[in-house]
Protein backbone atom coordinates (compact mmCIF):
# COMPACT_ATOMS: atom_id res chain seq x y z
CA UNK A 1 0.00 0.00 0.00
CA UNK A 2 1.28 3.41 -0.96
CA UNK A 3 1.37 5.57 2.19
CA UNK A 4 2.32 9.80 2.07
CA UNK A 5 3.70 11.43 5.03
CA UNK A 6 2.54 14.74 6.37
CA UNK A 7 5.00 16.98 6.97
CA UNK A 8 4.76 19.22 9.63
CA UNK A 9 4.69 19.24 13.39
CA UNK A 10 2.41 16.10 13.37
CA UNK A 11 5.16 13.42 12.09
CA UNK A 12 2.97 10.58 14.24
CA UNK A 13 0.15 11.03 11.79
CA UNK A 14 0.18 9.04 8.45
CA UNK A 15 -1.88 9.01 5.09
CA UNK A 16 -2.87 5.66 3.77
CA UNK A 17 -4.09 5.26 -0.06
CA UNK A 18 -7.39 5.70 -1.50
CA UNK A 19 -9.71 3.65 -1.79
CA UNK A 20 -12.90 3.58 -4.33
CA UNK A 21 -15.31 1.57 -5.67
CA UNK A 22 -14.04 -0.75 -8.63
CA UNK A 23 -15.11 0.97 -11.35
CA UNK A 24 -17.05 4.20 -9.17
CA UNK A 25 -16.30 7.84 -10.67
CA UNK A 26 -13.97 10.14 -8.82
CA UNK A 27 -16.36 12.96 -8.23
CA UNK A 28 -17.78 11.19 -5.22
CA UNK A 29 -17.57 12.12 -1.81
CA UNK A 30 -14.27 12.31 0.22
CA UNK A 31 -14.08 10.83 3.24
CA UNK A 32 -10.93 10.36 5.55
CA UNK A 33 -10.47 7.49 8.24
CA UNK A 34 -9.17 8.18 12.01
CA UNK A 35 -9.35 5.42 14.41
CA UNK A 36 -9.20 5.99 18.11
CA UNK A 37 -9.43 3.09 19.95
CA UNK A 38 -6.95 0.43 19.99
CA UNK A 39 -4.32 1.93 22.74
CA UNK A 40 -5.13 -0.68 24.94
CA UNK A 41 -7.29 -4.07 25.14
CA UNK A 42 -8.99 -4.15 28.63
CA UNK A 43 -9.87 -7.46 30.77
CA UNK A 44 -12.56 -7.28 32.44
CA UNK A 45 -14.75 -9.57 34.63
CA UNK A 46 -16.69 -9.78 37.70
CA UNK A 47 -15.17 -8.63 41.11
CA UNK A 48 -16.64 -8.71 44.87
CA UNK A 49 -17.29 -5.80 46.42
CA UNK A 50 -16.25 -7.34 49.79
CA UNK A 51 -19.38 -6.87 51.75
CA UNK A 52 -20.85 -10.25 51.82
CA UNK A 53 -23.67 -9.47 49.72
CA UNK A 54 -24.16 -10.69 45.83
CA UNK A 55 -23.14 -7.64 44.38
CA UNK A 56 -20.74 -7.57 41.90
CA UNK A 57 -18.45 -4.21 40.36
CA UNK A 58 -16.56 -4.98 37.18
CA UNK A 59 -12.77 -5.70 37.44
CA UNK A 60 -10.45 -4.16 34.66
CA UNK A 61 -7.22 -4.67 33.38
CA UNK A 62 -5.75 -2.89 30.35
CA UNK A 63 -3.35 -4.17 28.23
CA UNK A 64 -1.21 -1.55 26.09
CA UNK A 65 -0.93 -2.48 22.40
CA UNK A 66 2.10 -1.26 20.96
CA UNK A 67 1.33 1.00 17.39
CA UNK A 68 -2.13 -0.13 18.07
CA UNK A 69 -2.76 -2.49 15.39
CA UNK A 70 -6.49 -2.87 16.20
CA UNK A 71 -6.68 0.49 14.93
CA UNK A 72 -5.16 -0.23 11.98
CA UNK A 73 -8.00 -3.13 11.16
CA UNK A 74 -10.57 -0.85 12.04
CA UNK A 75 -9.37 1.66 9.42
CA UNK A 76 -8.76 -0.81 7.02
CA UNK A 77 -12.78 -1.76 7.71
CA UNK A 78 -14.04 1.74 7.38
CA UNK A 79 -12.28 2.89 4.47
CA UNK A 80 -13.61 -0.33 2.55
CA UNK A 81 -16.38 -0.25 2.98
CA UNK A 82 -17.31 3.56 2.56
CA UNK A 83 -17.02 3.27 -0.99
CA UNK A 84 -19.62 0.48 -1.54
CA UNK A 85 -21.86 2.45 1.14
CA UNK A 86 -21.82 5.60 -0.40
CA UNK A 87 -21.10 4.52 -4.65
CA UNK A 88 -18.43 6.68 -5.98
CA UNK A 89 -16.98 8.12 -2.75
CA UNK A 90 -13.32 7.55 -1.76
CA UNK A 91 -11.78 7.09 1.59
CA UNK A 92 -8.38 7.23 2.76
CA UNK A 93 -7.01 6.51 5.98
CA UNK A 94 -5.26 8.78 8.96
CA UNK A 95 -2.93 6.65 11.56
CA UNK A 96 -3.29 9.14 14.40
CA UNK A 97 -1.06 7.29 16.82
CA UNK A 98 -0.33 10.26 19.06
CA UNK A 99 -1.32 8.41 22.94
CA UNK A 100 -3.01 11.77 24.00
CA UNK A 101 -5.42 11.66 21.37
CA UNK A 102 -6.95 8.56 22.92
CA UNK A 103 -7.84 10.55 25.86
CA UNK A 104 -11.33 12.59 27.13
CA UNK A 105 -12.69 11.58 24.00
CA UNK A 106 -16.53 12.53 25.11
CA UNK A 107 -15.19 16.00 25.90
CA UNK A 108 -15.15 16.67 22.01
CA UNK A 109 -18.51 16.56 21.14
CA UNK A 110 -21.16 18.87 22.06
CA UNK A 111 -24.75 17.97 20.11
CA UNK A 112 -23.70 17.72 16.51
CA UNK A 113 -20.80 20.60 17.04
CA UNK A 114 -17.63 18.57 17.22
CA UNK A 115 -14.24 20.24 18.71
CA UNK A 116 -11.04 18.19 17.59
CA UNK A 117 -7.86 18.49 19.21
CA UNK A 118 -5.31 20.74 17.63
CA UNK A 119 -3.12 17.92 16.41
CA UNK A 120 -6.30 16.09 14.74
CA UNK A 121 -7.72 19.44 12.95
CA UNK A 122 -5.11 20.84 11.46
CA UNK A 123 -3.19 17.17 9.98
CA UNK A 124 -7.21 17.41 8.46
CA UNK A 125 -7.04 20.58 7.67
CA UNK A 126 -4.55 19.67 5.11
CA UNK A 127 -6.65 16.67 3.86
CA UNK A 128 -8.10 16.53 0.10
CA UNK A 129 -11.50 15.36 2.08
CA UNK A 130 -14.90 16.65 2.61
CA UNK A 131 -15.90 14.45 5.90
CA UNK A 132 -14.29 12.19 8.87
CA UNK A 133 -15.06 8.86 9.93
CA UNK A 134 -14.23 8.93 13.14
CA UNK A 135 -14.06 5.60 15.57
CA UNK A 136 -13.93 6.83 19.46
CA UNK A 137 -14.62 4.85 22.43
CA UNK A 138 -18.07 5.06 24.36
CA UNK A 139 -18.54 3.16 27.82
CA UNK A 140 -21.51 1.74 28.68
CA UNK A 141 -23.03 -0.57 31.09
CA UNK A 142 -23.51 -4.15 29.45
CA UNK A 143 -25.02 -7.41 29.64
CA UNK A 144 -23.49 -10.94 28.84
CA UNK A 145 -24.82 -14.02 27.70
CA UNK A 146 -24.26 -17.63 27.76
CA UNK A 147 -27.29 -17.94 25.54
CA UNK A 148 -29.20 -19.08 28.94
CA UNK A 149 -29.16 -16.40 31.32
CA UNK A 150 -27.61 -12.68 30.86
CA UNK A 151 -25.07 -11.45 33.35
CA UNK A 152 -24.81 -7.30 34.03
CA UNK A 153 -20.82 -6.68 33.97
CA UNK A 154 -20.82 -2.84 34.71
CA UNK A 155 -19.59 -0.11 32.26
CA UNK A 156 -17.26 -1.31 29.66
CA UNK A 157 -15.79 1.00 27.14
CA UNK A 158 -13.63 0.47 23.79
CA UNK A 159 -12.10 -2.98 23.02
CA UNK A 160 -11.66 -5.76 25.50
CA UNK A 161 -12.73 -9.54 26.80
CA UNK A 162 -14.85 -10.02 29.36
CA UNK A 163 -14.65 -13.56 31.40
CA UNK A 164 -16.51 -14.92 33.73
CA UNK A 165 -15.70 -18.46 35.27
CA UNK A 166 -18.46 -18.48 37.55
CA UNK A 167 -20.70 -18.73 34.28
CA UNK A 168 -20.96 -21.94 32.11
CA UNK A 169 -21.36 -21.85 28.58
CA UNK A 170 -21.43 -25.12 27.00
CA UNK A 171 -19.28 -26.39 23.23
CA UNK A 172 -21.29 -28.78 21.70
CA UNK A 173 -18.32 -29.96 19.64
CA UNK A 174 -16.81 -31.33 22.64
CA UNK A 175 -19.81 -31.72 24.90
CA UNK A 176 -17.36 -29.79 27.61
CA UNK A 177 -18.47 -26.71 29.66
CA UNK A 178 -16.35 -23.81 29.46
CA UNK A 179 -16.40 -20.23 31.59
CA UNK A 180 -17.95 -17.43 29.29
CA UNK A 181 -15.19 -15.73 26.97
CA UNK A 182 -16.54 -12.32 25.61
CA UNK A 183 -15.02 -9.83 23.64
CA UNK A 184 -16.44 -6.88 23.36
CA UNK A 185 -17.01 -3.43 21.43
CA UNK A 186 -17.81 -0.47 22.43
CA UNK A 187 -17.55 2.01 20.35
CA UNK A 188 -18.69 5.45 18.59
CA UNK A 189 -18.98 5.62 14.35
CA UNK A 190 -19.42 9.26 13.91
CA UNK A 191 -19.93 10.96 10.23
CA UNK A 192 -18.60 14.65 10.44
CA UNK A 193 -17.93 17.45 8.26
CA UNK A 194 -14.70 18.75 8.49
CA UNK A 195 -15.32 22.48 7.05
CA UNK A 196 -18.28 23.20 9.78
CA UNK A 197 -16.80 20.46 12.29
CA UNK A 198 -20.36 19.47 12.49
CA UNK A 199 -21.25 15.80 13.19
CA UNK A 200 -23.95 14.77 10.31
CA UNK A 201 -24.79 11.49 11.78
CA UNK A 202 -23.19 8.68 14.42
CA UNK A 203 -23.98 5.02 15.06
CA UNK A 204 -22.67 3.60 18.53
CA UNK A 205 -21.50 0.02 18.68
CA UNK A 206 -22.43 -1.90 21.28
CA UNK A 207 -21.32 -5.46 20.57
CA UNK A 208 -20.47 -8.66 22.38
CA UNK A 209 -20.55 -12.34 21.42
CA UNK A 210 -19.52 -15.10 23.88
CA UNK A 211 -16.69 -17.25 21.94
CA UNK A 212 -14.59 -20.55 22.47
CA UNK A 213 -11.10 -19.91 22.29
CA UNK A 214 -8.06 -22.50 22.99
CA UNK A 215 -5.13 -19.87 22.43
CA UNK A 216 -4.21 -16.25 23.24
CA UNK A 217 -3.90 -15.92 19.24
CA UNK A 218 -7.86 -17.48 18.91
CA UNK A 219 -8.90 -14.78 21.45
CA UNK A 220 -7.29 -11.78 19.33
CA UNK A 221 -8.40 -13.01 16.23
CA UNK A 222 -12.43 -13.35 17.91
CA UNK A 223 -11.89 -9.82 19.11
CA UNK A 224 -10.34 -8.70 15.63
CA UNK A 225 -13.36 -10.32 13.60
CA UNK A 226 -16.14 -9.03 16.03
CA UNK A 227 -14.72 -5.59 15.29
CA UNK A 228 -14.77 -5.85 11.34
CA UNK A 229 -18.10 -7.20 11.80
CA UNK A 230 -19.62 -4.24 13.53
CA UNK A 231 -17.83 -1.75 11.82
CA UNK A 232 -19.07 -3.08 8.40
CA UNK A 233 -23.04 -2.74 9.64
CA UNK A 234 -22.08 0.71 11.22
CA UNK A 235 -20.57 2.45 8.04
CA UNK A 236 -23.33 0.72 5.72
CA UNK A 237 -25.47 2.09 8.09
CA UNK A 238 -24.49 5.75 8.32
CA UNK A 239 -23.59 6.16 4.85
CA UNK A 240 -24.56 7.77 2.11
CA UNK A 241 -27.37 9.08 4.27
CA UNK A 242 -25.30 11.53 5.60
Request: charged share 20%.
Amino acid sequence: MKRRTLVSALPALVLGANVRAQGAPAAGRRYVVVSLIGDEMTNSGPKSNGTGTMITRGAHKAVQMAGAPFDKVAAQAIAGVAPRADAGAQASMLDASAMSLYSAQEGWFNDDKVTLPDALAEALAKQDATRLLLLTKIKRDARVTNGRVFVPTGPLMGLGVYRDNSVAIHNNQDNQDYGLIVPYVFARLSVIDIASSRQLRHRDIERTRSVFVTSPGDLIAALQQELVDSLTQAVTEALPEA
